[in-house]
């Protein structure tokens, strides 16, 4: 071969790898950019039929909207905060439960930004009760928690519960528990309605970690809903979670069946550290209860 072909091939190798790299960074970079704003943003609606024996036929048609790791400060600000309790209301819920991580740990809110997230906070529409749980990040010095509950009537069921009776002389019961890396937990006053009512209650426990089911299993309930994995906030198809932190490295995808009992983990609204989803939108969870 002579040596101007062999030159002319060495050029020709050379562009093509500089193609390869070119698309190969343009291609990293729509995939950050899409991570980044357009799968932080939007809001996904995820219904469950939940069915139990337990359920009097009253509570047909029930419906529990759930929603969590909100972050406020991360991605989600005014307007994403207000298409969330759009979609919550447009859901004509019956109770609506949040199970923690309200602002995003390191954000700091003036007076204005922290009316803003009570007065839209305010304007959930549940026909019975807002209630709720702390997560990890409500645990900093902000204090932003114990602030924005004080001025909404949710019920925090930190370690306590709650009987709601719907239409029905029947209750359902809602169980809260604290946060598990940072809380106190006190299983046995949570649970102590066990010791002066029918076991049979179907119950309901709100725990912002999923992994802290293990810890009480031995305690009899039906259903728990919980968050905190982001369901990986990054998630590869065929693949799934790439990291979940602590709390969640067990129970971190939407479903499993625990004993018993039904283990429900959403998605969550907000990011937590880094402000990237990635075939994970932001989402709320709708549970429909069917006892026909």
Known sequence: MKKDEILENDTNK??????IVLVLAIWLLLTLLWARYISTS???VKEYAIRN???????????????????????IFKDELKNVIN????????????????????VTLND?????????????DARI???????????????YFEKVMKSLDWHVLNNTYEFIYGNSKNPIVLVGLKDLTYGKQDYENAFSFINENDENLYTIVLAHEPDQIDEFN?????????????????????IGALYTPKGSKKYYDEYYK????DLYISGGIGTSTIKFRFFDKPSINLYRFYTK
């Open 112 to 124: 204005d930004e922290l009316n803003t997230l009570i007065n839209e906070l305010k304007k959930i």
């Open 258 to 261: 625990v004993g018993n009992a």
């Open 218 to 238: 031995n305690y009899n309930f039906d259903l728990v809903l919980s968050g905190h994995s982001h369901l990986g906030q990054i998630r590869i198809p065929f």
């Open 42 to 44: 939007g809001l996904i």
């Open 87 to 106: 979609e919550i209301n447009k859901q004509k819920p019956d109770i609506v439960v949040f199970t923690g991580d309200l602002v995003e740990t390191g």
């Open 53 to 75: 024996d337990k359920l009097s036929e009253e509570y047909d048609g029930f419906k529990i909207v759930h929603f969590t790791d909100l972050h406020y400060g991360s991605t």
């Open 14 to 19: 050379k562009h093509t790898i500089l193609k």
């Open 129 to 143: 009760e807002t209630l709720a749980v702390d997560g990890n990040h409500d645990y900093d010095e902000s204090g």
